[in-house]
T-cell receptor, first 113, second 109 residues
Framework: NAGVTQTPKFQVLKTGQSMTLQCAQD?????MSWYRQDPGMGLRLIHY???????DQGEVPNGYNVSRSTTEDFPLRLLSAAPSQTSVYFC????????????FGPGTRLTVT | GQQVMQIPQYQHVQEGEDFTTYCNSSTTLSNIQWYKQRPGGHPVFLIQ?????EVKKQKRLTFQFGEAKKNSSLHITATQTTDVGTYFC?????????FGTGTSLTVIP
């Protein structure tokens, strides 16, 4: 199993550009989520999904969109990049929200200039 | 806002000294998880605590869940250089995981 994969590993965007961060898992997990990690802020939940076709907002959803058309994939879209979105983005998955460990992808380091 | 607070933010210890990080939630948690993130890496699951007052051990690591299920601690006995990294707690009072701000541990050989 590849586990949780994320692409790209690094990305530089100009303000106003849009892009999609890809996330895929091959463990048949129902629960998937996106976090951003900033120094001193820990991991903050952006959006999450409890299954295909179901998504919901986390703690910091503004400026991001998600969709979940399949169990395996959970892409994160930045609509119009801003310097405040410079961060490291982690995708994670687990069997469910209820008492199961989360498996994290390797992360995407995004810089917005 | 942040519902799970963690202290201290940074800790430097000499190799062989003990280390403790504390996690406090503003709400009662159904369970709490602990993760470790090595520098440049991604968070990796360590353990989950579910019961009030629960204590679990993994070799030199001891994890506790408070009686009120609002706080937790991770204690490392006799730190080693391999313990370097950031330790996060995470709780799920509802359908979302809330991560603590993390404690960054530096071990001086």
């Amino acid at each position: 199993n590849a586990g949780v994969t994320q692409t790209p590993k690094f990305q530089v965007l100009k303000t106003g550009q849009s892009m999609t961060l890809q996330c895929a898992q091959d463990m048949n997990h129902e629960y998937m989520s996106w976090y951003r990690q900033d120094p001193g802020m820990g991991l903050r939940l952006i959006h999450y999904s409890v299954g295909a076709g179901i998504t919901d907002q986390g703690e910091v959803p503004n400026g991001y969109n998600v969709s979940r058309s399949t169990t395996e994939d959970f892409p994160l879209r930045l609509l119009s990049a801003a310097p405040s979105q410079t961060s490291v983005y982690f995708c994670a998955s687990s069997y469910s929200i209820d008492s199961y460990e989360q498996y994290f992808g390797p992360g995407t380091r995004l810089t917005v200039t | 806002g942040q519902q799970v607070m963690q202290i201290p933010q940074y800790q430097h210890v000499q190799e062989g000294e003990d280390f403790t990080t504390y996690c406090n939630s503003s709400t009662t948690l159904s369970n709490i998880q602990w993760y470790k993130q090595r520098p440049g890496g991604h968070p990796v699951f360590l353990i989950q605590l579910v019961k009030s007052g629960e204590v679990k051990k993994q070799k030199r690591l001891t994890f506790q869940f408070g009686e009120a299920k609002k706080n937790s601690s991770l204690h490392i006995t006799a730190t080693q250089t391999t313990d370097v990294g950031t330790y996060f707690c995470a709780g799920a009072p509802s359908n979302q995981f809330y991560f603590g701000t993390g404690t960054s541990l530096t071990v001086i050989p």
